[in-house]
Every structure is written in structure tokens, then in C-alpha cells.
């Protein structure tokens, strides 16, 4: 079965560039999960990453 993407976009306080931005995720639905697959900043790399309030909204899309 093919896999759905999901879009979203998410508002809020970006700590590693200061301001105040929107980022678009892009999800992946698979077998029922859903998973974050990407993210418009520098989610990952970034020393933020574990606390950033901004992308906390897109950990909580996915399915725990
Ligand atoms: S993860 Fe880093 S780059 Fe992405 S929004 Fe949060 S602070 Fe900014």
C-alpha cells in the first residue's frame, strides 16, 4: 500500500535563529504510524532540537 503524506505547518519561537518563523513538516502514514519525515529548519542538527517548543508541536503529530 502506498504511504499517505501528510503536510502541516507550525508557528512559534525559533531559539537557533532568533525570530519568530513557520516551518513546514512533512509527515509519512505508514502502517498506521505516523512519522515525522522532514522539517523546513534545521530540526535535528540544531542544539535546540530536544527542547525546541516550535517543533514539540510536530513530535506531538506523531504516533507515540
Ligand atoms: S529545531 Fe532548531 S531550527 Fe528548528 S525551529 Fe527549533 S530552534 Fe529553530
Redesign the pocket.
Known amino acids: 500500500m502506498d504511504d499517505d503524506f501528510i503536510e502541516e505547518m507550525f508557528s512559534g519561537f ?4 532568533n525570530e519568530t ?1 513557520t ?1 513546514i513538516c512533512e509527515f509519512v502514514k505508514r502502517d498506521g504510524q505516523i512519522r515525522l519525515e522532514s ?1 523546513g ?3 535535528g542538527k ?1 542544539p ?2 530536544k527542547t ?1 517548543i ?2 514539540e508541536q510536530a513530535r506531538e503529530m506523531e504516533t507515540p
Open positions: 525559533c531559539k537557533n535563529f518563523r516551518v522539517a529548519c534545521a530540526y540544531c535546540h532540537s525546541c516550535l517543533m
